[in-house]
T-cell receptor
């Protein structure tokens, strides 16, 4: 069974540009969450999608957005990039989305996309 | 507002000895706590979890202890092995009633180094 796949693995962008990152969850998983990892800040929650709907959102500016497709694949977009957006962006999937279910507590992570803004 | 804290950025332990990683939290609504292990250039991988209604969970060399009154949990690794050298993240799970969904809040991580 394939794991969570994130593309691209590495990306270099210039300030002011926009970027789109992609995530394919584990087959059968319907919930996708996005996290930002920066040195000293741990993993900061960006948002969660289930059934093509954003369920939860972290404390990030509106420049960060996402969406989920009917096949559960998800994309994350960052517009007007700033130097501080340089980070490792991680995607995680879960089996189900909205049920209070033991299986939902564990999230399976992809390898991440390393974004560098110059 | 850092709801999950790992106050030790690094820990060094000798091979064969016990590694103890600590985590504190502030939100009493968290219902599960999880530990993840992360190697460089890889995503975090799940290690072990514990329900908020339990005080101990064991899986092989890994044991997690939960002290709800102190809002504190710890991960014990016995015996420690060089392959355990990685960053360990503590995470707390919350089920969001409004709209459904789940949220994991992570600590800042502890770099464990197991020396020969």
């Amino acid at each position: 069974k394939a794991g969570v796949t994130q593309t691209p693995r590495y990306l270099i962008k210039t300030r002011g540009q926009q970027v789109t990152l992609s995530c394919s969850p584990i087959s059968g998983h319907r919930s996708v969450s996005w996290y930002q990892q920066t040195p000293g800040q741990g993993l900061q929650f960006l948002f969660e999608y289930f059934s093509e709907t954003q369920r939860n959102k972290g404390n990030f500016p509106g420049r960060f957005s996402g969406r989920q497709f009917s096949n559960s694949r998800s994309e994350m977009n960052v517009s007007t990039l700033e130097l501080g957006d340089s980070a490792l962006y991680l995607c995680a999937s879960r089996p189900v989305g909205i049920h209070k279910d033991r299986r939902n507590t564990e999230a399976f992570f992809g390898q991440g996309t390393r974004l560098t803004v110059v | 507002d850092q709801q999950v804290k790992q106050n030790s950025p690094s820990l060094s332990v000798q091979e064969g000895r016990i590694s103890i990683l600590n985590c504190d939290y502030t939100n009493s609504m968290f219902d599960y706590f999880l530990w993840y292990k992360k190697y460089p250039a890889e995503g975090p991988t799940f290690l072990i979890s514990i329900s908020s209604i339990k005080d101990k969970n064991e899986d092989g060399r890994f044991t997690v202890f939960l002290n709800k009154s102190a809002k504190h949990l710890s991960l014990h690794i016995v015996p420690s092995q060089p392959g355990d050298s990685a960053v360990y993240f503590c995470a707390a799970h919350l089920y969001i009633l409004t709209g459904g969904g789940n949220k994991l809040t992570f600590g800042t991580g502890t770099q464990l180094k197991v020396e020969l």
